[in-house]
């Protein structure tokens, strides 16, 4: 168990829709971030947040958006969904911002978009 | 911007043969990840190289980082089936952020 928390597991929705994943990061790590996995694809990065501020984007849609609150947990909004947004996405978590320490991820969220 | 190639990009192997997963970045790296995510899991964090020509080994695992921090080598010794899963390297160049390969898919004949 990485300590890293995400839910919901699994979420089916339609084109069009709007979804929220949430992320609560292991105990201590200040750091949240964001990837996204397609079949076969690698793991896309998304956003970085460290201690409720964004820290660093990657390749991350104007439709997707997220946020780091005070309690550090993270969600991730994705909205106007496409059919081409079906995909795992991981949520990952360390103790510093610099990208020296690992990262731990969840057991991410997959979503289908029908 | 920044990429980090790795390949190839499956291996199948017979159990107890040698396999080698390679990663080749466009930009210098600082520091190199490696993790491992088996069927159906998330990515595991296996080990961090941070100097130049560093080799580090866990038991059957052997990892290298180039000499000129573009590169790095993950080789296992006499695969076991428990070693089934998709293997990444992750490196950060000069951007804040952490790259991931595609990957190389191992799957282990018993």
């Known amino acids: 168990d990485s300590g890293v928390t995400q839910t919901p597991k699994h979420l089916i929705t339609a084109t069009g829709q709007r979804v929220t994943l949430r992320c609560s990061p292991r105990?201590?790590?200040?750091?949240v971030y964001w990837y996204q996995q397609s079949l076969d694809q690698g793991l896309q990065f998304l956003i970085q947040y460290y201690n409720g501020e964004e820290r660093a984007k990657g390749n991350i849609l104007e439709r997707f958006s997220a946020q780091q609150f005070p309690d550090l947990h993270s969600e991730l909004n994705l909205s106007s969904l496409e059919l081409g947004d079906s995909a795992l996405y991981f949520c990952?978590?360390?103790?510093?911002?610099?990208?020296?320490?690992?990262?731990?991820f969840g057991n991410g969220t997959r979503l289908t978009v029908t | 911007g920044q990429q980090v190639m790795q390949i190839p990009q499956y291996q199948h192997v017979q159990e107890g043969e040698d396999f080698t997963t390679y990663c080749n970045s466009s930009?210098?790296?600082?520091?190199i990840q490696w993790y491992k995510q088996r069927p159906g899991g998330h990515p595991v964090f296996l080990i961090q190289?941070?100097?130049?020509?560093e080799v580090k080994k866990q038991k059957r695992l052997t990892f290298q980082f180039g000499e000129a921090k573009k590169n790095s080598s993950l080789h296992i010794t006499a695969t076991q089936t428990t070693d089934v899963g998709t293997y990444f390297c992750?490196?950060?160049?000069?951007?804040?952020?952490?790259?991931f390969g595609k990957g190389t898919k191992l799957t282990v004949n018993p």
């Open positions: 992750a490196g950060k160049g000069g951007s804040e952020k952490l790259v």
């Open positions: 930009t210098t790296l600082s520091n």
């Open positions: 190289l941070v100097k130049s020509g």
């Open positions: 990952a978590s360390s103790v510093g911002s610099g990208l020296r320490s690992p990262l731990h």
């Open positions: 105990s201590g790590d200040l750091s």
